[in-house]
């Protein structure tokens, strides 16, 4: 099998030249083509940034809502007291509770995509945010998921909302699709996340705020994108 999906990917990897840089437009019309997996992978953006995570205003995190989401329907828990559950549920929440949650979690259950818990339990949610940090699921106020408007943060992340966080590198990682989206909509989703982070340059960044930029699927190599197009 490993023989084969490297074959693949070479037949790809000589049918572009990947050492150019791409316009934003080119770059998605070609990220399709690169996806040498069977399934409709999902197709990221690595954007690596002129900041220092270690800096507290330079360590970037936020959310955006993607116009075209990322073609995945997250599965969503919220965490909150009864009086919150019937609005949770109607809202589309695919798990809603919180003291049977919070144990099955402390036996290790955490498959969900979104946390999201309201202001007033926060200090039960912190007994498992060993468990839900490493992972990426512990709710914050800065990404929405902290909040009493339950209603409004579970149709974000159902519409397509997501967050973002760079790494100790200072690169931001994150997905803007899938494979089988037009690369219209990739580039729209692209733009979306791009303008986002353009507008939360810290003031003390110096030198060149995007320094890179690339756009790959989960299975393929990447393509670089010519960040004076964007």
Known sequence: MGKKLSK???AVEKKFDLTREYSLADAMKMVKDLNTSKFDASIDLHVNLGVDPRKADQGIRGTVVLPHGTGKTKTVLVLCTPDKEAEAKEAGADFVGLDDMVQKIQGGWTDVDVVIATPNVMAKVGRIGRILGPRGLMPNPKTGTVTMDVKKAVNDVKGGKI???????????????????????????AKELL???????????????????????????????DTRSI
């Open 8 to 10: 693949k990917r070479a």
């Open 163 to 189: 967050a973002f966080r760079v790494d100790k590198y200072g690169i931001i990682h994150s997905p803007i699709g899938r494979a089988s989206f037009e690369p219209a909509k990739l580039k729209e989703n």
């Open 195 to 225: 303008d986002t982070l353009n507008k939360m340059k810290p003031a003390s960044a110096k030198g060149t705020y995007m320094k890179s930029v690339s756009v790959a699927p989960t299975m393929g190599p990447a393509v670089t994108v």
